[in-house]
């Protein structure tokens, strides 16, 4: 397993692993796609919240490559962008 690095050095190991769903996962280092890999966490997309807030596309690609389980979210998608 990689190392969880700063951005994750607040989240056990034990947090991560399939009952997980960290939703959105746009900015996902390359190494932290990797320990959700290796932990089975799962990821909820929000293509819809990321477009309206402008907060960047996640690296589905490299996500689905990575076989890590994905399902799309919808989170204020009837929300008003004014």
Same mark, same amino acid.
């Given at each position: 397993?990689?190392?969880?690095?700063?951005?994750?050095?607040?989240?056990?190991?034990?947090? /991560?692993?399939? =009952?997980?769903?960290? !939703?959105?996962?746009?900015?996902? %280092?390359?190494?932290? $796609?990797?320990?959700?890999?290796?932990?089975?966490?799962?990821?909820?997309?929000?293509?819809?919240?990321? /477009?309206?807030? =402008?907060?960047?596309? !996640?690296?589905?690609?490299?996500? %689905?490559?990575?076989? $890590?389980?994905?399902?799309?979210?919808?989170?204020?998608?009837?929300?008003?962008?004014?």
């Amino acid at each position: 397993m990689t190392s969880m690095g700063a951005r994750w050095s607040t989240i056990s190991a034990s947090t /991560l692993g399939p =009952r997980l769903s960290p !939703a959105h996962s746009v900015w996902l %280092l390359p190494e932290e $796609i990797d320990l959700l890999a290796d932990t089975k966490t799962n990821i909820a997309l929000n293509p819809i919240g990321n /477009l309206k807030t =402008r907060s960047g596309i !996640a690296p589905i690609r490299e996500i %689905l490559n990575a076989g $890590i389980n994905t399902g799309i979210g919808c989170d204020n998608c009837c929300r008003s962008t004014m």
